[in-house]
């Protein structure tokens, strides 16, 4: 069985400020790691994914996660963050296998607030 | 290319009913998966269907129910509502990769 733990519910920051949105998981099987992002009265949006490989994966709007094995972690992280980045965020893991396929474990997400 | 659609956006229903959601996924997915949002609990897994088959299943009552049709679209139903059925549920769409998921926009129930 995999679980999340999103360290922090919120996260207030100031606009241009570098921030760091933590996330541990637990899982008895490889996995693959995914950060979603949720606007108010939205879905969830895919920011960036780890699958396999280089273990620092990066989105288009300047985020970036690095997977750490040893330290079972997917940590967010943006060198300076804007007010448009104001919403949820959530970790959530898949476990490698037929069992696992197709099924997302989420954190609780953490709620970041960019202020001006 | 159109993202993964839910409809209706909102239903308001009172305890004892039932309702039925759809879904239908983006275009070539054939993996639809269903999860129940609320503040109390966050995000949970209801169930996956893939080539019209359930292939996993969360731990909801035997209340919660779904089905995918030929076409990939995808119904979930809830009998029996009650209160605690109150919540946003979203539907993911999957293709070569099932475990990379798009959303879709969420239905919120409200059961009164």
């Known amino acids: 069985a995999q679980s999340v733990t999103q360290l922090d519910s919120q996260v207030p920051v100031f606009e241009e400020a570098p921030v760091e949105l933590r996330c541990n998981y637990s899982?008895?099987?490889?996995?693959?790691l995914f950060w979603y992002v949720q606007y108010p009265n939205q879905g969830l949006q895919l920011l960036l994914k780890?699958?396999?490989?280089?273990?620092l994966v990066e989105s288009i709007n300047g985020f970036e996660a690095e997977f750490n094995k040893s330290q079972t972690s997917f940590h967010l992280r943006k060198p300076s963050v804007h007010i448009s980045d104001t919403a949820e965020y959530f970790c959530?893991?898949?476990?490698?296998?037929?069992?696992?396929?197709?099924?997302?474990?989420f954190g609780q997400g953490t709620t970041l607030q960019v202020k001006p | 290319k159109a993202g993964v659609t839910q409809t209706p956006r909102y239903l308001i229903k009172t305890r004892g009913q039932q309702v039925t959601l759809s879904c239908s996924p983006i275009?070539?997915?054939?993996?639809v998966s269903w999860y129940q949002q609320t503040p109390g609990q966050g995000l949970q897994f209801l169930f996956e269907?893939?080539?019209?088959?359930?292939?996993n299943k969360g731990n909801f009552p035997g209340r919660f129910s779904g089905r995918q049709f030929s076409n990939s679209r995808s119904e979930m139903n809830v009998s029996t509502l009650e209160l605690g059925d109150s919540a946003l549920y979203l539907c993911?769409?999957?293709?070569?990769?099932?475990?990379?998921?798009?959303f879709g926009a969420g239905t919120r129930l409200s059961v009164l």
């Open positions: 780890y699958l396999s490989g280089s273990t």
């Open positions: 899982s008895s099987v490889s996995v693959y």
């Open positions: 269907y893939f080539s019209e088959t359930q292939r």
């Open positions: 993911a769409s999957s293709g070569g990769d099932r475990n990379i998921q798009y």
């Open positions: 275009s070539g997915h054939r993996s």
């Open positions: 959530a893991v898949s476990g490698h296998g037929s069992s696992n396929t197709g099924k997302l474990i």
